[in-house]
Nanobody, 123 residues
Framework: QAQLAESGGGSVQTGGSLRLSCATS????????MAWFRQAPGKEREGVAA???????DYADSVQGRFTISRDDAKNTLYLEMNTLKPEDTAAYYC?????????????????WGQGTQVTVSS
């Protein structure tokens, strides 16, 4: 069974940085795509960044140039480096895995999800 565990969330001020981690099993890490999503209160879950096994990455326009998704194969861990954080980045962040190479940032293609980690950015 796939298990994904996020960590690294916290509270920062505008302009600050955080790095989120998502530890997974070897089996989960072999999925075609892994991604980060976020959900703010009262809003729909949105894709933030995706990294697929063919090396392609996909970023939401709102985070392009500020966030970087990466993975460490030796540790079965997915990362999200977040810089120049803004209050509108405040949300619960989730990592997810998909066995579909074209999954991109569409949450419908993601089969397994972590429990989430909270990021709060204050002005």
């Amino acid at each position: 069974q796939a298990q994904l565990a996020e960590s690294g969330g916290g509270s920062v001020q505008t302009g600050g940085s955080l790095r989120l981690s998502c530890a997974t099993s070897t089996w989960t890490f072999s999925s075609y795509c892994m991604a980060w999503f976020r959900q703010a209160p009262g809003k729909e879950r949105e894709g933030v960044a995706a990294l697929c096994s063919d090396g392609t990455t996909d970023y939401a326009d709102s985070v392009q140039g500020r966030f970087t998704i990466s993975r460490d194969d030796a540790k079965n861990t997915l990362y999200l480096e977040m810089n120049t954080l803004k209050p509108e980045d405040t949300a619960a962040y989730y990592c997810a895995a998909a066995w579909w190479l074209a999954a991109g940032l569409d949450p419908r293609w993601y089969n397994y999800w972590g429990q989430g980690t909270q990021v709060t950015v204050s002005s």
